[in-house]
């Protein structure tokens, strides 16, 4: 963990460092995905069937093995707690209302010119939703991916999931059955984002391919990015908390450890403008660490890339923030919304003492994918923006062209495109 | 051209074709491209005026002699004919009426479960504008990639330019004056994309680059990509022409044709239900390749990608039309708000026999960056939402933490992430 104080002549180099420092450290395995990319292309399903005995560990029967059937989705949610479906389902509902009220509206704009401008939005035709398999396999994801999608009006939604061994992890076909996900396959890797990309004999092909995956699945996504479109590729995950010294260190030191938690790359920091808050939190964290199950991941991750900044006054936090422009924000001051307000760039933002971002993780109602790597300086988070698309449309009278038709001739003969003055000037009569 | 009729047996398999043909071969420049970006991150400005001077042909002074000054703009803008201000004035203020009624809003929900949630959208702090410069720099260009980052709210714009031979062209000085781009450089190639993503001594670095370019700029955006944000890579330009025989042949020929000119592998695609009309207007394709400036373009184009599809009626146009989801959409049909209702997507479509694409080129409004190669089925054209972030705000009292809290540790619990769970229980007292 590193210790900066603005008031040290250091702390510009410092946090230089920290804010530069790669925290991912991603295998070159670009042949080997386009080898697989290739093999999809060439075989379609008989690839994938070849890929997936190779990579998972299990030979399916056929093609039509590969999907889900909706007695497997029935029989999987009969063996979950009642309590934990209907967590899943609260944390569906909300998730839904919240990207509900992003929906935006179509324009149209007549003009006094005589011509009416537009703009439309409509969802996109079919989504590939990757969903890691095995042990990283989070059915809150399920969610925050798909339901967008749905909330958006996709009106085909198409699921893998790799199933080690042949295995599914039950809670993450009830997220997708919540989700209204039914297109459910059990392939992962590289081969599943190039049969979703190209399509084979049972696999149509998707429109955009969106969910987190390892790297051969991400250099996939960016191999097949063109033919589809894709998400961003997600890098560690990271907490700013900017806190003051009337929290409590336990609550902090606990926020900080759930984004430790998550891998040994992730990024918690403090900023504050106590030293003894930040030695209580200090001890805090250490105290936590004797006790939590996923001690060694969080522990070298606050050992590697944890810190602590103490701060002159809360200015200086939040132009520190801006400057690391966090996925995660977390505002533990008095007046949490006048400080965001401060905060230039942020993922997303959680504001007062009652507020841990890991409620932002499950339940809260927007979305946990989030730009990460101070890319929010120029990113957001996944939304319903991520499944529509814009067409604008121009409609001209006779006169709405004669008012306007000129002043475009100019500029195209100034550009040398005579035929695109000659398409408006030919109309003017 | 390529003519094809749905009635025929084989129009499956030719229209797949049509969908199929990769029309850029792109040079491979990736190694050429990491060096020079490893030039600029090593040694920064010295790096870009020897760059300049190699790829360029001119020695600028200093890294200085990099900026153009007021006065350079000023002397310009006086060389300029003053209806060509007045047109390049009337398009940006329509640019900027169009763009300003597509900003979006913030929102504030308050949640009857005593949390409020919000989404605040953001503009980008620094964008570069990349300008192609020579025989393809194009003023119109400058507006529609400026002007939706100024309507955004995005403090500073950095343009670059390449000067060959030192010379830049005046109309897009003047267009980056309208559109209040103070900070211009007369620098180009990979080696002005590396100084905006990374920054020298004399220029500070940006958030996002957009703009169109070479294949060293294309390829020079893909590789910052992640420590900037970049638009799309734009593809060679497209236009579906539906239209009836009610239509002067020769309109129609022009408009395709100011497709055309583009580029040699831009391509312009007639869709109509008579065969009449189709030879007519093939007929007046030829006519007008016999007078027009840039005819060895334009008929290349046509003879390589151009192509004419008879139907059968209308909903068979427009289901083509989706599948190819071209950039530019003209629907020269008596009813062409229905007729767009029906293709699923577009990058920008023009209603009516009034309404040349190319009109959308320069003075109608919307923007005239648009997705190509059918990415239209995934992407949208350039706006204000390339130049906003979001941050999601979740601000939770102690009766709304533990109203949704118990769902939140039920999950985190399931996936195995017990410090998220800790961090809400604990305060659940």
Request: proline share 6%.
């Amino acid at each position: 963990m590193t210790r900066l104080d603005t008031r040290d002549p250091g702390f510009a180099a410092g946090f230089a460092a920290l804010l530069d420092t790669a925290r991912e450290t991603t295998a070159r395995v670009d042949a080997a995905v386009a080898g697989i990319i290739g093999e999809i292309r060439a075989e379609g399903d008989a690839a994938l069937l070849r890929l997936t005995a190779r990579f998972d560990g299990w030979q399916p029967a056929g093609a039509a093995a590969l999907r889900v059937t909706p007695e497997e989705i029935e029989a999987a949610l009969a063996g979950i707690a009642p309590e934990l479906l209907a967590a899943l389902d609260l944390a569906a509902t909300r998730i839904e209302q919240f990207h509900r009220a992003q929906m935006p509206r179509d324009l149209e704009l007549p003009d006094p010119a005589g011509l009416t401008l537009g703009l439309r939005w409509t969802p996109l035709d079919a989504v590939g939703l990757y969903v890691p398999g095995g042990k990283a396999a989070y059915p809150s994801s399920v969610l925050m991916n798909a339901l967008p999608a749905r909330v958006a009006g996709v009106g085909r939604i198409a699921m893998a999931v790799p199933a080690p061994g042949g295995q599914l992890n039950p809670l993450v076909l009830a997220a997708a059955r919540r989700a209204g996900v039914a297109e459910v396959y059990r392939i992962g890797g590289a081969q599943a984002v190039a049969a979703l990309a190209w399509g084979t004999a049972t696999i149509a092909p998707v429109d955009r391919i969106v969910g987190p995956g390892n790297a051969y699945v991400a250099e996939a996504k960016r191999q097949v990015f063109g033919r589809v479109g894709i998400d961003s590729i997600a890098g560690p995950s990271e907490v700013v908390v900017i806190a003051d010294a009337s929290n409590d260190p336990r609550h902090v030191a606990v926020d900080l450890l759930a984004q430790a938690e998550h891998d040994e790359a992730a990024q918690a920091i403090l900023i504050t403008d106590s030293a003894g808050f930040a030695d209580a939190v200090a001890a805090a964290v250490a105290a936590e660490l004797e006790s939590l199950p996923r001690a060694a991941i969080a522990g070298e991750s606050w050992r590697r890339h944890g810190a602590i900044i103490l701060v002159r006054d809360w200015e200086e936090a939040f132009g520190l923030a801006s400057r690391l422009a966090p996925e995660h924000l977390q505002l533990m001051l008095p007046e949490p919304r006048a400080a965001m307000a401060r905060v230039r760039h942020a993922g997303a933002a959680f504001l007062g003492r009652y507020c841990p971002e890991a409620i932002g993780d499950y339940v809260a109602g927007p979305n946990h994918v989030l730009p990460t790597g101070r890319t929010a300086r120029f990113a957001s988070g996944l939304s319903v923006f991520d499944f529509l698309k814009r067409t604008t449309w121009v409609e001209a009278s006779p006169a709405g062209l004669a008012a306007i038709g000129p002043a475009a001739v100019a500029l195209a003969e100034a550009e040398g495109l005579q035929a695109h003055g000659r398409s408006v000037a030919l109309r003017l009569g």
